[in-house]
């Protein structure tokens, strides 16, 4: 039983193809190069601006690599065929923007329910609806939390840059596969065509991990089971001959549906909670600059953390006591970490290119007493250095 | 303890005992199909493992998963046909069915099946149709016949079925067979054929749903259905010389195509080939 990607010859094939160095690349090839390098093999997916070259790199490059593309009928067909892809082995990947990702939401809970792991690009672009289609935007924080139905965990990852956007999809793939779950990242359509500098590693410097898969007879008869105590179970792939039964119906830890006995449903998606509640350590990151004698603190994910930074050093430049905190890993979000800086600031400020999104977030883990602030943008254009310090020194 | 019908019941080794007894009703036409693929990889000498079920939602989903002993992927509803397909590439040298309704394969997964049908990937997908919505209670379908009366339709139905087998038979399929479950050796036999045919196949099979079409539709029996079925029937060959008027609430059952097409996941895998052989990337 093989993960499709990891082999020697995939490895000799990556060197020869994508030599280390730096180059003038769009944050959408950064995401495609770096899925590649993370050991995806199939990508199933339907075109949708502002995130196409995503797909258009995938098509050229993953028959080099001996994978393979496939343009579905739509997006539901595409995540379907990826999770069908998933069951066979392959580390599986697609893109879309927000009317896209509203389609995939019913099988991402499906993927979710299934337990299979899978990455799931959404570049954000300005809605809602239709919106302004080929402009940026940060407004599906929660479609990425909230869009499937019913109690469900989810891990989303969201990237600052292109070379940044690189290592987090690999790092997405990772989690994907350690916690036998999907991973959304959410791209946007501000960064996703940028071009700029991207540094392209040796294939030796790329940490890769892959799903755990059954060591015996009787895990593989258990594939919704919990052998080893963290909540993943090794996930049998089709075709080994074990029989596998997978449905998105409540089912018992035989995969057999079970959806009348409460205790069944109970145990199955608590479980699937305490996994990603319990694995914090898989998937959780921030970055921090000058959080130490933070008086003020600017909170900011995604594209927007670039002028955020850029504001933080020109306040600082004036004497500002200002830090700044960019969570990665947006879900679930660093709420520990929060609530410590939370209560050593005074004022915390949270840009965003939307109406105010993460900023409930934020909320949950910071007392009364400090004032919290949205700086928000909407109109597709991003929010500059100056709009931000502007805002700053109003706190200041 | 298991009841004796399981023990004495030949195919009941394509079974998952542990799920059985099935959620059929009495009289459904589930049975027969069930019944008539196990025969199908029994006479084929299948090893059920290199089969992969794949089935979407509704009654007849439930058919062959989790009822069949195989590995078995029971999908979202509409989508069986989608989720197959990435199987398929990732298991080119397994059999990969699909087994599920006609509300679900050709209302909801209409998209999916026509171009799965287009691209002619190497699946099989058995249709069981029975003009309904069985396990939402009854409603309308896209298959369910003129003037027929369902939940949704309590009048009468005024909108035309869609004629499955003949659309997909167009849309690039290289097998499609219809038959009903009162034809059960030929139905078997088109699976049969099906599961050999290196492209796309489609079998539908018209099938009896006493319960919510029958008994709104004067056909209360079982067996009132199966003689509904036996009486309309006609074969293709004579439905040729027929006109549309004629063939107004007639079954067409028998073969639409049996023809060879470029298959998809070979193609995709020639393709891989070239692309590695132009780039100089195989292996010396």
């Known amino acids: ?396 | 303890m298991m009841p004796e019908i399981y023990s004495k019941y030949p195919m009941v080794k394509y079974l998952r005992k542990e799920a059985l007894p099935t959620a059929l009703c009495p009289g459904c036409g589930g049975g027969t199909v069930l019944n008539a693929f196990a025969n199908a990889i029994d006479q084929l000498k299948l090893d059920p493992r290199d089969l992969v079920v794949v089935s979407g939602i509704g009654c007849s989903a439930w058919i062959a998963s989790p009822y069949f002993l195989a590995d078995t992927l029971h999908t979202t509803h509409g989508r069986a046909i989608a989720f197959a397909t990435g199987v398929k590439v990732g298991l080119p040298d397994k059999k990969v069915v699909v087994i599920s309704g006609d509300g679900d394969l050709a209302s909801i997964g209409g998209n999916h099946l026509l171009h799965a049908a287009r691209r002619n990937i190497d699946i099989t997908v058995i249709l069981v149709n029975n003009f309904i919505y069985g396990m939402t209670g009854g409603q309308v379908a896209p298959t369910t016949p003129f003037g027929a009366k369902t939940t949704t339709t309590p009048y009468r139905n005024i909108e035309h079925p869609l004629q499955i087998s003949e659309t997909i038979a167009a849309a690039g399929a290289s097998y499609v067979a219809r038959w009903t479950t009162a034809h059960v050796y030929q139905l078997i036999e088109s699976i049969k054929k099906a599961l050999q045919v290196k492209g796309f196949s489609l079998v539908e099979v018209i099938s009896q749903c006493p319960v919510q079409f029958g008994r709104r539709n004067k056909m209360k029996e079982p067996a009132e259905m199966l003689r509904w079925f036996l009486k309309n029937s006609v074969p293709i060959s004579k439905a040729k010389k027929m006109s549309p008027e004629e063939l107004e609430g007639k079954f067409v059952i028998g073969e639409f195509v049996n023809r060879q097409r470029p298959e998809f996941v070979s193609e995709l895998n020639k393709l891989i080939d070239e692309v590695q052989e132009h780039f100089g990337l195989k292996e010396v």
């Open chain 1, 1 to 396: 039983m093989i993960i499709r990607g990891d082999e020697p010859e995939q490895i000799r094939l990556l060197r020869k193809l994508y030599k280390p160095g730096n180059y003038f690349m769009q944050g959408n090839e950064a995401v495609a190069y770096g899925a590649l390098f993370a050991g995806c093999r199939f990508y199933a997916g339907y075109p949708i601006t502002p995130s196409s070259e995503i797909a258009e790199t995938m098509a050229r490059e993953l028959p080099k690599l001996g994978g393979y593309y496939l343009q579905m009928e739509d997006e539901i067909g595409s995540i379907a065929a990826m999770v069908g892809a998933s069951w066979t082995g392959f580390k599986v990947m697609t893109a879309t923007a927000g009317p896209g990702f509203s389609l995939m939401q019913e099988n991402l809970g499906y993927a979710v329910m299934t337990e299979t792991p899978l990455v799931l690009v959404d570049v954000q672009r300005s809605g809602p609806s239709t919106g302004q289609a080929t402009k940026g935007a940060q407004g599906d924080f929660f479609q990425a939390r909230w869009g499937t139905h019913g109690d469900h965990p989810i891990v989303a990852v969201s990237p600052t840059s292109g070379q940044d956007a690189f290592w987090e999809i690999i790092r997405a793939f990772n989690i994907a596969e350690r916690l036998r779950t999907p991973v959304v990242f959410l791209f946007d359509g501000v960064l996703a065509h940028t071009r700029e500098l991207v540094k392209i590693p040796d294939v030796d410097e790329v940490e890769i991990t892959y799903r755990k898969l059954p060591q015996n007879e009787e895990e593989a008869k258990l594939p919704f089971g919990d052998p080893h105590g963290d909540g993943v179970p090794p996930m049998p792939l089709f075709g080994h001959g074990y029989f596998t039964h997978v449905t998105g119906s409540t089912h018992k830890e035989n995969g057999l549906r079970d959806v009348y006995t409460p205790e069944v449903h109970d145990r199955l998606v608590r479980r699937l909670h305490r996994k990603i509640e319990k694995n914090r350590h898989v998937y959780e990151k921030y970055e921090e600059h000058f959080t130490d004698d933070a008086e003020i603190l600017v909170v900011s994910w995604g594209v927007t953390a670039r002028p955020a930074l850029g504001a933080a050093l020109k306040a600082r430049e004036e004497g500002i006591k200002v830090g700044l905190f960019v969570p990665k890993t947006v879900h679930p979000f660093p709420g520990e970490r929060m609530k410590e800086l939370g209560k050593r600031v005074r004022a915390i400020l949270v840009p965003e290119m939307n109406l105010g999104q993460m900023i409930l977030e934020v909320q949950r883990f910071v007392n009364d007493d400090v004032l919290l602030k949205g700086v928000n943008k909407i109109g597709g254009v991003p929010l500059t250095v100056e709009e931000i310090l502007r805002e700053i020194r109003g706190v200041a």
